[in-house]
């Protein structure tokens, strides 16, 4: 069967409110030589698409406006430099940096994994921006280490499930903050050695006794996307040598607590990182070195997706509006081909 000219694709009228997304048609994309077209079964709903959404975080030149960073479904075109490598029914999971949203997406082949034994395209949905995210957070910027004391903000979002599971894995103890006692019991289920409820008031001191108890200064390595409001607790935490990894800033950008006395006194390293716009050789090296490592943890049963809920394409509105309530335990997946 012919692939089709067009396809069905989540658009927007204009940057807004949820009310701005809509189903609508677009042309099924024109895959290049060192690219393979995927037929979509399901995507993941990450902040950054909320961002784009409202105009606050445009796609990379070159990249598609339709919203979307991760999707899985089964390869229908392979371009002549992928022949040997993939092959047209292949079910993969994939990542890119727009036009997940869609019936089809174009992926360069770099950005391609084969989906494990075992893990249905829902769950595949969920792996790609997600826990590439946490890996380059904490294995590419962050350097973890085994015995590392590492602290993971905003633990029960979908980055964060993910990488308190791959800190675990990496043999490191992980604190997290959370926002709610359901989260808090959540992020231990998944390996959590502390956890503390945000909203019960200023957390620092709980997490630093934490730290002495198991005979440190301060934590490691601390993974993080709260950015403004958690800038002067964060510095009060960390230990000599820390390494403190922000990824997104959902309070603020602006970092005007920041002391440089307490960066030289504790002799930090503080870096700063995203993956949407990193060039396509980083994200292939990147995906090896997770597909080698990390990926085999999913057919044992040391890494688990967390699917909190699916929605139909159709559905997206409720997705996008349950992700910023902040309900969220894990991923928001939508289906685009029911997964049989």
């Known amino acids: ?78 371009g002549s430099e992928a022949v040997g490598k993939w092959q047209s029914g292949d079910k993969v999971m994939v990542l890119v940096a727009g036009g997940g949203y869609a019936e089809y997406v174009a992926v360069h082949t770099g950005s391609v994994m084969k989906i494990p034994d075992g893990i249905s395209m829902i769950d595949a949905a969920g792996i790609p921006e997600t ?49 709610s006692n359901e989260k808090i019991a959540y992020c231990k289920k998944l390996g959590a050695d502390k956890a503390v409820n945000y909203k019960h008031g200023p957390w620092a001191g709980t997490m630093k006794e934490f730290a ?9 390595l601390i993974y993080e996307s709260i950015g403004k409001d958690y800038v002067e607790a964060n510095q009060d935490v960390i230990g000599i040598d820390g390494r ?53 943890a999913f057919v044992d049963g040391r890494l688990k997706v967390i699917i909190d809920k699916t929605w139909p394409m159709e559905k997206i509105i409720d997705a996008h509006k349950y992700m910023e309530d902040n309900l969220t335990m894990g991923k928001i997946v939508i289906t685009v081909i029911s997964d049989k």
Not at 144 to 172: E, M, N, P, R, Y
Not at 212 to 220: A, H, T, V, Y
Not at 251 to 263: Q, T, Y
């Open 1 to 78: 069967m012919s692939t089709p000219t067009k396809m069905k694709a989540v658009l927007l009228k204009d940057f807004g409110d949820f009310e701005k997304m809509y189903i609508g048609e677009a042309s099924v994309p024109k895959i290049k030589d060192d690219e393979v077209l995927v037929k979509v079964h399901a995507f993941g709903v990450n902040r950054a698409d909320t961002m784009q959404r409202k105009g606050q975080y445009p796609p990379p030149p070159g990249v598609t406006d339709i919203m979307g960073l991760e999707a899985s479904g089964e390869i229908v075109e392979v």
């Open 212 to 220: 002495r108890e198991l005979n440190k200064d301060g934590f490691d």
């Open 244 to 296: 403190w990894v922000v990824y997104s800033a959902q309070s603020g950008a602006s970092a005007d607590k920041l002391s440089l006395a307490v960066l030289m006194r504790k002799r930090l390293t503080l870096s700063g990182t995203v993956l949407r716009a990193r060039p396509i050789d980083y994200k292939t090296s990147l995906v090896k070195e997770f597909d080698d490592e990390a990926l085999p």
């Open 131 to 179: 826990f590439l995210t946490a890996y380059q957070g904490l294995r590419f910027v962050g350097h973890i280490k085994k015995h590392d004391l590492v602290l993971i903000h905003a633990g029960a979002s979908g980055v964060g499930t993910a990488a308190i599971q791959l800190a675990k894995l990496f043999g490191a103890k992980v604190a997290t903050t959370a926002g």
